[in-house]
């Protein structure tokens, strides 16, 4: 019966019971009056301290990156497509060319990332754009981080680079494998539609 006792007396509930104002409760401290007061000046919030312009804007000194603020890798242009195909590929298609399933169903048909003009828009036209949309584009900065804006925009340039691409522009190594690759598959039997069975 003591040990409930003294298990009792140890809860208190010292900082459940404090002084405090409610959210814009009057105040008598403040000669203004209001108990809410703006933050100090400076003051950042948790997880938003973004000190790296480029990364986070897609400018530097108010003008657009022309190269990406970020290290491009395998697993950057992974992460790139998953996200490319999440976000962009309804409208943008799954190869740029402006013909996703939102086009398909009568909606305006977004411009082909392969244009002249998007080629050589730089790296930070892109971060703009999916931050703050453009033409019937919305802004995707509440839904897309901006490592990942990224690393769509790594995406993209890959997408680019496709479509102009030959086999003299794969590295000798992975040109091995690819040509290893396709002498395989031709060796095979197919079914119509080129399908190997």
Not at 23 to 36: I, T
Not at 72 to 81: F, I, P, T, W
Not at 139 to 148: C, G, I, L, M, Q
Not at 171 to 184: F, V
Request: charged residues 25%.
């Amino acid at each position: 019966m003591v040990l409930p006792v003294l298990i009792l007396a140890g809860c208190r509930q010292d900082m459940h019971d404090q002084p405090r104002y409610e959210a814009l409760e009057r105040s008598q401290f403040f000669p203004d009056g209001r108990s809410a007061r703006l933050p100090v000046r400076g003051t950042v919030a948790r997880g938003h301290l973004q000190e790296d312009q480029a990364f986070y804007t897609g400018k530097q000194d108010g003008k657009l990156v022309q190269t990406m603020p970020v290290n491009v890798d395998r697993q950057l242009l992974a992460r790139g497509r998953e996200r490319f195909n999440i976000y962009c590929s309804p409208c943008h298609g799954t190869s740029g060319m402006g013909n996703g399933m939102i086009a398909q169903r009568g909606f305006r048909s977004p411009p082909a990332f392969h244009t002249d003009r998007l080629r050589q828009a730089p790296a930070g036209h892109y971060f703009d754009v999916i931050t703050n949309g453009f033409g019937a584009m919305y802004s995707y900065a509440s839904r897309v981080e901006p490592r990942d804006r990224w690393a769509i925009i790594a995406y993209i340039r890959a997408l680019q680079v496709s479509q102009t691409a030959t086999l003299a522009d794969v590295p000798e190594r992975e040109r091995t494998e690819l040509e290893k690759q396709t002498e395989d598959q031709q060796g095979q039997p197919q079914r119509p539609g080129g399908q190997k069975l």
